[in-house]
Structures are given as C-alpha cells and as structure tokens.
C-alpha cells in the first residue's frame, strides 16, 4: 500500500473534503497545502521545485489523480489516522487558514501561493539580483518571478509566514 496515497487522504479528510481535482483553484490548494504542512513539520515525502505558481511537486499531481481513481486505497486508508505530532500540526495550520479566511478578504488559494511562495523564495530558491531576500525586497523579488501581489498583501504574508508558521 502506498503511504504516500494513504496520508493524502487522511490529509483530504482532515479538511473534511473529498479529493476534488477539477479546478485548477483545487489543485493549487492542495499543492500549497501539502507545501506548507511538510514545512511545519508533517513528512508526507514529497519533494517541491519552483514553478509557475510557487513550490510545486509533479508527483504530489500523479499522487492525487491516482487516489481519486482508486477506491480501494481510500477505504483501506479509513483504518489509518495520522499520530499526535502531526494532528497537532494540522490544527495548527488550519488555524492560520481559518484566521487568512476571515481576516483578508482574499482567496484563500491566492493567501497560501503567496506564503509557500515567499517561503520557498526565502529557504530554497535564487533569485538574480537578490542575493538576500528580505522583507523589504521580496515584492520584487516575486515580480522578478513573475508574481504580482499588492505590496500590504505581501508584507501581511511576509509577517504570517514569520509568526504563525516558520521561524527561522
């Protein structure tokens, strides 16, 4: 049994939705989701790269188009439940979804983009011309990128990512 497809559906029932991949919207949830909860600490071995839309992973793609089409792994995976460490991780994300939610009027795929991005940005990527990136740099950074965000929509990211996610 693959335990990669395993915990995705744990991870799509702990939001209580089903896998839902028609959309692109879904599927950049789901990619940012992923991205943002192995960094707090939840392995679900899935290893991103920059793309169009920040930190992607191919895999994490094929993973759910496959789960979706297979009804036997996704019964098999109602026996499993995720450990302590990681429940609490994921309430301590879903918190910082519920607070982008309610408190910034956004979409929420466009707030999660936004904070995988300036984290990857920040922890992994090069950017010509920025040898450092800073709060006080990465909207350009991120155009550089080719992503543009309103500059307050950046720094309330910059400063989410600094206290209710990562500290670095």
Not at 66 to 83: C, G, H, M, R
Not at 94 to 120: N, Q, T
Request: with cysteine.
């Amino acid at each position: 049994m693959n335990k990669k497809l395993i915990n995705l559906k744990l991870l799509t029932d702990e939001f209580d939705e089903k896998l839902n991949l028609e959309g692109f919207d879904n599927r950049l949830l789901l990619q940012k989701r992923v991205y943002l909860i192995q960094r707090l600490g939840v392995n679900f071995g899935f290893n991103f790269h920059w793309y169009l839309k920040g930190p992607y992973c191919p895999e994490l793609t094929e993973c759910a188009f496959t789960l979706k089409a297979d009804t036997e792994t996704q019964e098999a995976a109602n026996s499993f439940v995720f450990n302590d460490d990681a429940t609490a991780i994921l309430d301590r994300y879903k918190g910082l979804e519920r607070e982008v939610s309610s408190l910034y009027g956004r979409r929420l795929p466009d707030w999660l983009e936004l904070m995988a991005s300036i984290h990857f940005m920040r922890k992994y990527a090069y950017v010509p011309g920025f040898p450092r990136i800073s709060r006080d740099n990465i909207g350009q950074a991120l155009c550089r990128k080719g992503k543009v965000f309103p500059q307050k929509m950046v720094e309330k990211a910059w400063d989410l990512v600094d206290s209710r996610l990562f500290k670095e």
